[in-house]
T-cell receptor, first 112, second 114 residues
Framework: GENVEQHPSTLSVQEGDSAVIKCTYS??????FPWYKQELGKRPQLIID?????GEKKDQRIAVTLNKTAKHFSLHITETQPEDSAVYFC???????????FGPGTRLSVLP | DVKVTQSSRYLVKRTGEKVFLECVQD?????MFWYRQDPGLGLRLIYF???????EKGDIPEGYSVSREKKERFSLILESASTNQTSMYLC?????????????FGSGTQLSVL
């Protein structure tokens, strides 16, 4: 089955610094690569996604890069703010279907 | 905005009880999912459904069953609750097709089995 890992598992940065979270996966059929953000006590919400025909996608302070050959994709957050503090999950799909495997999560803390 | 509603935010049950967790979505989505979330383990898929009356096992279906009698409603059933089923349960839905894979989550049900 699909094996999904995230690194690091926890990350602390100073406000204004950048943060990078990496997700590695094993299912070569994956073609859609989303990142979800879950704030404390709230539901996960999609923040950015990328498809396999694109290498990078940006949306204001967040970006996702994809290296399909190496089977990993990364979330980049620039100019971090306290409201970026949350747990971030990658969730590559498997089996060509709408069936996702979530990574174990990365807890990001942005220190003021 | 898509709304996915879970019937209870907190639930406390006794070992051996039959437990029903209800999930309703209002966007006519074909796909519905049940996950459980435990610290350090991410979200693990219990069951999913692509259509009414249809169900598929996820990664951890043991001890659970599901029901999808209507398109908007997907129920998770714990036939005989056990303490290791204490967890946060998240329901999600998504529209069909390869261009719309975004998952919309409910707010979750924190189940405690005593």
């Amino acid at each position: 089955g699909e094996n999904v890992e995230q690194h690091p598992s926890t990350l602390s940065v100073q406000e204004g610094d950048s943060a990078v979270i990496k997700c590695t996966y094993s299912d070569s059929a994956s073609n859609y690569f989303p990142w979800y953000k879950q704030e404390l006590g709230k539901r996960p919400q999609l923040i950015i996604d990328i498809r396999s025909n694109v290498g990078e996608k940006k949306d204001q302070r967040i970006a996702v890069t994809l290296n399909k050959t190496a089977k990993h994709f990364s979330l980049h957050i620039t100019e971090t703010q306290p409201e970026d503090s949350a747990v971030y999950f990658c969730a590559p799909p498997r089996n060509y279907g709408q069936n996702f495997v979530f990574g174990p999560g990365t807890r990001l803390s942005v220190l003021p | 905005d898509v709304k996915v509603t879970q019937s209870s935010r907190y639930l406390v049950k006794r070992t051996g009880e039959k437990v029903f967790l209800e999930c309703v979505q209002d966007m006519d989505h074909e796909n519905m999912f049940w996950y459980r979330q435990d610290p350090g383990l991410g979200l693990r898929l219990i069951y999913f459904s692509y259509d009414v009356k249809m169900k598929e096992k996820g990664d951890i279906p043991e001890g659970y069953s599901v029901s999808r009698e209507k398109k908007e409603r997907f129920s998770l059933i714990l036939e005989s609750a056990s303490t290791n089923q204490t967890s946060m349960y998240l329901c999600a839905s998504s529209p069909p097709g390869t261009s719309n894979e975004k998952l919309f989550f409910g707010s979750g049900t924190q189940l405690s089995v005593l």
